[in-house]
């Protein structure tokens, strides 16, 4: 990664593939490089319609993985401790793909983003 000044935060997440049989689940944008200040979205696509959660994880740099929320089709999504709505929305628009705005970038929000699926 590039050194980062204090207008410039990093984000980068993996792409991840076919977990488990007929799974395919894939985020994208792969990196990102944005200004304090700005929002950014991340977009999280499953083909596995059963997977009914869809969850947004955050790892800071040389940290351990942290849940953000949980979204489902149906109800609203739920927030760990810390994390908020304000900061970052989730729109659940089918239960194959979840939006995920991040809004006020600061360089607190430098980190790995990952997404996830699961029955329950
Ligand atoms: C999901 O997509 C993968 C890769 O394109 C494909 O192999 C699989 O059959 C699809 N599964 C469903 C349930 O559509
Ligand atoms: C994020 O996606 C929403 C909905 O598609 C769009 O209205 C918004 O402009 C996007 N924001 C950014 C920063 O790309
Ligand atoms: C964005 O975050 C900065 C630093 O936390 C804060 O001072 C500012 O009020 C926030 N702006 C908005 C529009 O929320």
Not at 85 to 110: G, H, P, Q
Request: net charge positive.
């Amino acid at each position: 990664l590039p050194s980062l000044g204090e207008t410039a935060i990093v984000f980068c997440f993996l792409r991840q593939k076919s977990v488990g049989v007929a799974l395919y689940i894939e985020q994208w944008p792969g990196k990102i490089l944005q200004r304090a200040g700005d929002s950014l979205n991340i977009s999280c696509y499953q083909n596995y319609s059963n997977l009914a959660y869809m969850f947004w994880y955050q790892q800071p740099p040389k940290k351990g993985l942290k849940l953000i929320v949980s979204s489902t089709s149906w109800r609203h999504n739920s927030y760990e401790h810390g994390y908020s709505e304000a900061k970052f929305e989730v729109t659940r628009e089918s239960s194959f793909y979840a939006l995920m705005t991040i809004k006020n970038l600061t360089s607190k929000d430098e980190a790995t983003y990952f997404c996830a699926a699961s029955e329950r």
